[in-house]
């Protein structure tokens, strides 16, 4: 089983370390998509199967929080895990985020160690959630 | 002088940010060193807070161009590496300004970060007419700098042109 990934963020060096962090990766990647910001994050989801999004928070046109207050609300994209790469340190803010359903938050800077620890664990347990 | 905003923990979180994120390391300015004149990669983030403000990181190109390699894992003579240089410093200072916040206003302030605007120019360094609190450190013999400046009532409204 191959996994399909969005990458959200308005820095395409952010995109592109993102994208060969995931290279390094021993999973199985079907495509990586991207989108520059939220509106066209759901723009993708709403096209394509996605495993799991890695989204930043401030964006220009639609922020992270918006992407994943609305993908909350959608039966669908309410099921596919949200991680949030971003350089936010707010803990009043992370806790919005978590109360909104996010699975993991990883801060900037972040090593390709990282990400892929986090990418493994949140497909992990996404797998091990619809098996139950 | 900031009462905020102070020198201290933008220098630690700074040096922190840079050597983890794109390999910079940074030393203290030697007091023999010199103004440096050339090309700049600059980049100011504005930020609310319980004290608004804004945070400039300035750098020459040729550090920008070693912390875009650096970042994307890639030679200097990547193209890809110009064409990413003055992000890499936009992204930089995003990373130094949402640990700069918490060390400033506490982790449990609810604080919000604009995006980084980036230009590249002509200067020098240190900037001759600092508004807020700077920091200076070198990089291979390169001076870098971090303005902070307080953008509340009384305070600097809008960056210098």
Request: charged residues 25%; proline residues 6%; aromatic residues 4%.
């Amino acid at each position: 089983m191959s996994y399909s990934i969005l990458v959200v963020d308005d820095s395409p060096l952010i995109r592109k370390m993102m994208k060969r962090s995931l290279g390094l990766s021993k999973l199985e990647l079907g495509t990586i998509f991207e989108a520059t910001n939220g509106k066209e994050a759901l723009a993708v989801l709403e096209n394509e199967w996605v495993d799991v999004v890695l989204a930043d928070i401030h964006m220009p046109v639609m922020s992270g929080t918006e992407l994943i207050e609305l993908m909350s609300r959608d039966e669908i994209m309410g099921k596919i895990p949200v991680v949030v790469v971003s350089a936010e340190r707010s803990e009043p803010a992370i806790a919005h985020l978590k109360k909104l359903g996010i699975c993991a938050h990883l801060m900037k800077p972040f090593t390709p160690e990282q990400v892929l620890e986090t990418v493994t664990r949140v497909l992990a347990e996404a797998a091990a959630r619809s098996h139950t | 002088m900031s009462q905020t905003l102070k020198a201290e923990p933008l220098a630690a979180v700074a040096r922190s940010v840079l050597a983890d994120a794109a390999f910079l390391f940074c030393d203290d300015v030697p007091d023999d060193l010199g103004p440096s004149e050339g090309q700049l990669a600059e980049a100011t983030i504005t930020f609310d807070a319980p004290t608004p403000g804004r945070i400039t990181l300035r750098l020459p190109w040729h550090v920008a161009l070693e912390a875009a390699a650096n970042l994307l894992g890639s030679d200097q003579d990547d193209p890809e590496v110009e064409e990413s240089a003055l992000a890499a410093v936009g992204e930089l200072l995003n990373m130094i300004s949402g640990s700069a916040l918490k060390a400033w206003f506490g982790a449990e302030t609810v604080w919000s970060l604009g995006m980084p605007v980036t230009s590249a120019r002509a200067g020098r360094l240190p900037s001759a007419e600092p508004r807020g609190e700077v920091v200076g450190f070198v990089v291979d013999d390169a001076r870098i700098e971090l303005e902070a400046i307080e953008t509340g009532a009384g305070h600097d409204q809008g960056p210098r042109r």
